[in-house]
């Protein structure tokens, strides 16, 4: 790595110059215009909390069902990917970097790709209708499959697992096996090796698995709109209305930003949360 | 070696007492692959025990077995009087200093060596007290409180012993204690290992490849081979007394001379003969370089090869001289007659012998 100072910089500017301009300068700019106002189709730049008041009271709702929807997205994908990632690091032997190269592949797999894979599966002609009347556990295809909450859960989890996968096996693979022989010498068992050992220094995989699958559960409008029914309207449907059919940005925007507070917050409670009951005694 | 060998602690528990440590018919293999042979092994209470061997013979698993990190395939581990081969380390009086030492990186060097004793939910003043006095043991009082990384190598290794040690177990294993170190603090560290153990009167087990290192610490030596315990004894009798060819030139140095055994009479490749009993064989003659003698000093009776002189280096404590022998072999020498160098000088015919009680004949195998 070159020392220089100044070669630093050149090398630093072209990502600092994108995310400055593509990310931090719209947020700002959605985060100021959500103190504006729409009249009459015309941007007003005054200063007003009535979007957000409105967030609270007509999207109080979807922002409470969103948030909840993701939070158990992100903590079944965290839980089932951290299974696989142990499974990978310290159960596979030689067939984990094969285990973690499917892992990636899926990855790639697209997006699209995964809901109407699940439409596939859960539709009233889809596999598991199919299967169940062919069983002769039921007589007619039922509906109820899809277009719910499940199977919002049940696509978007599959879809983001590889996402957590990797920055778990991540954290594990800088934990030895000498450590986890030494403290089985010690007289810990496998709960307590988990508690005391493994997952303390895990904590930056964790947070970075929970963050990746509750940001992208919590912004998504695709899936829902596509596997959820209209039961299942989630935050991210109202942004995306409000943004291109009503084309009240101020209202979205609030509600963006809404989302992403909370978002913040949740993470950052369950930053406090595991340093806590992890500590070391 | 010949200094180290005589500072090793010489006494040896008596034998009529049950050992410590008691391996019957160890094996173990990995599908065709035979890791451990079958191995009788016996440790006594207060041994300063070395598994000695060159990488890949079987040492690490061996001792993995003792400690129950590896389940044996036939065979029997036991420790005090009790079969211990079905229990896992958690429930072994044993406590076993990792290569690699395996500490907790998220906890402080007082964290990691009080973490088995709170996982025994020993009273909190118990488990105080005995840190603080290994850490004392062990020289790491200024250090109690850094995490692992900010740890030199010797500093770690003494945190990973620590750690094993305040478990006060029946018998401390370590695998390759020193082989990180270099090589001043591998000899700084094997002071430090000689006097705990010295001042706590434990059984220590430990793995090294380095003859050396098993010389300058062990009372008692398992000189392994391919899987084998090849000899077992003090160090003074494996170095003197080596019963392999392999175990002459992988302890210490040796000039390894072959020969044939013919009605009572063995006569060597590169001349010279004497009287020895045995079957008529292919044999070779061990003599290490400091029993041999050069020139003017052959004793009455000796065996005596002619060379031609090739080297001679001055060491401080000894000359060491570089005989060719005429068949292609050669001789290494170890003098301490520091006049009879200036009378020698390099390409001289000389002549170099022993006498037959320094030498060991063994079957050339
Ligand atoms: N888990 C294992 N699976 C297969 N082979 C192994 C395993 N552990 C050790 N071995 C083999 O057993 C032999 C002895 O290994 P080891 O006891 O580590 O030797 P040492 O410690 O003397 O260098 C080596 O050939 C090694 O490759
Ligand atoms: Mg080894």
Known sequence: MPRNPVVLTLFALPATLIFLLFFLGPFIYFVVMSFWSVSLFRLSRDFTLVNYLDVYREYGYSVAFTFAIALLIAVIATLLAFG???????????????????????????????????????GTTGILNTGLIELGIIDEPVSWLLYNPGAVVATLTHFLLPFAVLPLYGSLRGISDAQLAAARDLGARPLRMLIDIVLPQCQPGILVAFMLTFFIAAGDYVTPRLVGGTATAMAGNFVENQFITALNAPQSSALAVAILAVSAGTVLLLRAVMRRTLAVR | MTASAATAVASRPQADRPPLVRLRGLTKSYGSMVAVKPLDLDIQSGDFYALLGPSGCGKTTLLR???????????????????????????????????????????????????????????????????KEIIGLVRLEQLAERRPDGLSGGQAQRVALARALVMRPRVLLLDEP??????????????????????????????????????????????????????????????????????STFIGEANVLPGRRQGGRVTLEAGGSFADAGADEAVVVVVRPEAMALGGNLPQGAVKLTGRLADSVFLGPYVRYRVELPGGGEIILHSQDFALRHRLAVDDTVEVGWTTDVQRVLADR
């Open chain 2, 178 to 247: 020193l082989a990180a170190l270099d090589l001043q603090l591998r000899k700084a560290m094997q002071e430090e290992l000689r006097r705990i153990h010295r001042s706590i009167g434990g059984t220590f087990v430990f793995v090294t490849h380095d003859q050396g290192e098993a010389m300058a610490l062990a009372n008692r030596i398992a000189v392994m081979d391919a899987g084998a315990c090849v000899q077992e004894g003090g160090p003074e009798e494996i170095y003197g007394a080596p019963r392999t060819r392999f175990i």
């Open chain 2, 65 to 131: 077995m003792i400690g129950g990190f590896t389940e044996p395939t036939a065979g029997t581990v036991e420790i005090d009087g009790v079969d211990v081969t079905r229990m896992g380390p958690e429930r072994r009086p044993t406590n076993m200093v990792f290569q690699g030492y395996g500490l907790f990186p998220h906890m402080t060097v007082r964290q990691n060596i009080a973490y088995g004793l709170k996982l025994a939910k020993l009273p909190a003043a118990e488990v105080e007290t005995r840190v």
């Open chain 1, 84 to 122: 696989f990632a142990y499974l990978i690091r310290f159960r596979a032997g030689r067939l984990g970097p094969t285990l973690l190269f499917v892992t990636l592949i899926t990855m790639f797999g697209g997006y699209l790709v995964k809901i109407y894979a699940w439409r596939t599966i859960l």
